[in-house]
T-cell receptor, first 112, second 117 residues
Framework: GENVEQHPSTLSVQEGDSAVIKCTYS??????FPWYKQELGKRPQLIID?????GEKKDQRIAVTLNKTAKHFSLHITETQPEDSAVYFC???????????FGSGTKLNVKP | NAGVMQNPRHLVRRRGQEARLRCSPM?????VYWYRQLPEEGLKFMVY????????ESGMPKERFSAEFPKEGPSILRIQQVVRGDSAAYFC???????????????FGEGSRLTVL
């Protein structure tokens, strides 16, 4: 089955700096890559996603890039703010969204 | 449109007891997924169900765990004879029927936190 690895496990940045979280996947058939944000004690929520026919997608301060050849994708957060502090999960899905494989999560701490 | 509803939010059980966790998907969603999250860890896939059918249970332990999604009512994750290692947060997620409107997004509930004493 698919194996998604995520790095780093923790990331601490100063407010205003950029943060980058990286994930790799093993199954070249994976074609959908969402990112979820989970605040402490809350539910995971989708923040951005990318499909395998696209190399990059941007939504305000958040961007995701995908390298299909290398089988890795990354989340970029620019001008970080304290409210960005949370755990971020990457995921990969094969085919018709039957199963999502999640990375182990990155705990992002934005220091004011 | 209410979100995914899970109950109970917190459940305490003694070893050997049974735990039942319920999940009502969002209106119009017929696909339900259960994930387990241990403290400081990621989301581990357990089972994927559609109405009255288990589609994929490859992530669920073969013993003591079962899941159902009946024609009427919520999806239920059942853990029999709980052990301390079952202590975790159990998240349910739902997604709409397949089709042009399905973006692939999973909508998560708030989770049910099981503590086994």
């Amino acid at each position: 089955g698919e194996n998604v690895e995520q790095h780093p496990s923790t990331l601490s940045v100063q407010e205003g700096d950029s943060a980058v979280i990286k994930c790799t996947y093993s199954d070249s058939a994976s074609n959908y890559f969402p990112w979820y944000k989970q605040e402490l004690g809350k539910r995971p929520q989708l923040i951005i996603d990318i499909r395998s026919n696209v190399g990059e997608k941007k939504d305000q301060r958040i961007a995701v890039t995908l390298n299909k050849t290398a089988k890795h994708f990354s989340l970029h957060i620019t001008e970080t703010q304290p409210e960005d502090s949370a755990v971020y999960f990457c995921a990969a899905s094969i085919g018709n969204f039957n199963k999502f494989y999640f990375g182990s999560g990155t705990k992002l701490n934005v220091k004011p | 449109n209410a979100g995914v509803m899970q109950n109970p939010r917190h459940l305490v059980r003694r070893r050997g007891q049974e735990a039942r966790l319920r999940c009502s998907p969002m209106k119009g969603h017929s696909h339900v997924y259960w994930y387990r999250q241990l403290p400081e860890e990621g989301l581990k896939f357990m089972v994927y169900l559609q109405k009255e059918n288990i589609i994929d249970e490859s992530g669920m332990p073969k013993e003591r765990f079962s899941a159902e999604f009946p024609k009427e009512g919520p999806s239920i994750l059942r853990i029999q004879q709980v052990v301390r290692g079952d202590s975790a947060a159990y998240f349910c997620a739902s997604s709409p029927d397949r089709g042009r409107t399905n973006t692939g997004e999973l909508f998560f509930g708030e989770g049910s936190r099981l503590t086994v004493l």
